[in-house]
Every structure is written in structure tokens, then in C-alpha cells.
């Protein structure tokens, strides 16, 4: 099926979700799809406001997105837990050359120790 890609999501928690997105939207809207709680602050509209749905992308995938823009690299100087593989979920429009792409969600804590980088 040419419509739908499959990607890989460690939550929080550290569950590893098996997400179907769809191409053409978001990665941010086919994880919240998918019931994993993306977005801790309900007043995140997708809207490359606020870093509500940062994810952090697998060094073996990062080469699989486009280029991350000025605005998407400002506001995500605010986040914590910022790594150079950093990307805002809303920024991601699906296509078919980001199957198998692996993320993880970030802790909310500001516990390094929790960092979902080292899940990878």
C-alpha cells in the first residue's frame, strides 16, 4: 500500500509503538492517531509554536528528513533534552521515503539520565 508507511516509536515510557502514517500529514497527527500521548500541553495546535511534539530521530534515520527549517531551529532552542537529530513532529509531512523512520518522545523530567536518545 502506497499510502501508508510504517514507523517506529518509543514513548515516554520507553514502549516501542509500531505507528501506520499517512502520507501527506503530519507525523505529529499519525502519532496522536496512534493514541501515544505526543503532546503533554493540551494548547499545542501543530503549528511550529511551541515544543510540544519535539521528537528526536535515530542517527540512522535523521538522513530520511528533510532539512529542518529556521523556524522549526529556533523554537526548538527552547526544548529540553535538544539533540542535533531534534525535530518538531508537525514539521514532518509523511512521504514514502521516511518508512521505517525510529524516534523517541522525550521525558518531560529534567532528569538526564531519562534522555530518549540513549533508547536508540
Do not use: W
Request: hydrophobic share 40%; proline share 4%.
Amino acid at each position: 500500500m502506497d499510502k501508508v508507511v510504517n514507523i517506529t516509536v518509543f514513548d515516554r515510557e520507553g514502549k516501542v509503538h509500531q505507528v501506520p502514517a499517512y502520507v501527506g500529514e503530519t507525523l505529529m497527527d499519525s502519532i496522536r492517531r496512534a493514541g501515544i500521548n505526543l503532546v503533554p500541553d493540551s494548547t499545542c495546535l501543530g503549528e511550529c509554536a511551541c515544543v510540544g511534539c519535539h521528537v528526536i530521530v535515530s542517527n540512522d534515520h535523521e538522513h530520511k528528513l528533510t532539512q529542518c527549517s529556521e523556524d522549526e531551529a529556533e523554537i526548538l532552542e527552547d526544548a529540553p533534552f535538544v539533540h542535533e537529530n531534534s525535530r518538531l513532529a508537525c514539521q514532518i509531512i509523511v512521504d514514502k521515503s521516511i518508512a521505517g523512520l525510529v524516534l523517541a518522545l522525550p521525558q518531560s523530567s529534567t532528569d538526564e539520565s531519562l534522555d530518549p536518545y540513549f533508547r536508540f
